[in-house]
């Protein structure tokens, strides 16, 4: 007896059948919008390497989340530029800060309608442009995560719903669980940056933030780009530390890291698409040599398809508004 050929043809026929048969959903829903807030700015101000991105003022945020929450997204990251950096990088835990004043003003206006999510990092901050204090011309870990828990208490403080330590220091995610229990917030989520690599990806938005290090670079924090296993042990570790969401980024050339993550952990996935992923696909598409909004949804969907749960990108407003239909 023959067996009759396998039409997989058959489940692509229409439109209609392709629609009930798609596994993979993207939707506004599973966006986190970053936003870049600077501390006396006049006027928002775009971003040479991150064309549609621009640095707001503090009064602007209430006006861009509003467009954030319109096309139904439900959550912004917010990251901050202040106008002075020092060794201990004081202005992130100052609690007239201006992600601090940001966090309040979103919360103040949105309540529980929008998601702030902010970024507990130093590099924005010190003098020195890295990731943690510096000891005798080396990042210190220890004093670098007391120094996070303070950032983290802070933005608790103002109002922030998610905590997304993004240093890469060790014990980062107990320490700030533990700060924050203490100070009453044990309600505030912890999404960190698990398995964040040592990326020339991030390149754009050192432009963006002025973070880049002074001197040396972040190889003794950040995962090299060759290890999966290594990637692998940084989620683990955050897990037993308690996290609540851990985070891959990149994301578009760390797929693997994603499947894996998933295949592995039962836990909540986010993936940063970070921006040289942005600028990457603007490069292009400004030349004309990609369909930008093609392009964006082929990516946005592989992440998703790799084991994504949320995705931060620089692409939440436009992505929202092509799935709406509106591009
Ligand atoms: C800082 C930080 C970086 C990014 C997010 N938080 C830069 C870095 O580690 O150099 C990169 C995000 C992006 O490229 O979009 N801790």
Known sequence: MSFPARRLRRLRRSEKIRELLQETRLSPKDFICPIFVQENLEKRQKVESMPDIERLPLNEIVIEVGAISDLDIPAVMVFGLPSKKDDAGSAAFDEKGIVQKAI?????????????????????YTSSGHCGLIKDNKVDNDSSIETLTKIAVS???????????????????????????????????????????????YAPFRDAAECAPKFGDRKTYQVPYTNLMEAM???EADIKEGVDIVMIKPALAYLDVIAETKRR?????????VSGEYALVKAAANQGWIKEEDIVSEILYAIKRAGADMIVTYFAKSAAKMLQGNL
């Open 104 to 124: 309040s003003e979103i919360k103040k206006n949105y309540g529980e309608k929008m998601v702030i999510v902010a970024d507990v990092c130093l590099c924005q």
């Open 155 to 201: 933005q608790a403080k103002a109002g922030v719903d998610v905590v997304s330590p993004s240093a890469m220091m060790d014990g980062q995610v107990a320490a700030i669980r533990l700060g924050l229990d203490d100070a009453g917030f044990s309600d505030v989520v912890i999404m960190s940056h698990s398995a964040k690599h040592r990326s020339s990806f």
């Open 233 to 235: 042990r940084e989620v």
């Open 265 to 273: 952990f039962n836990v909540p996935l986010s993936a940063y698409s």
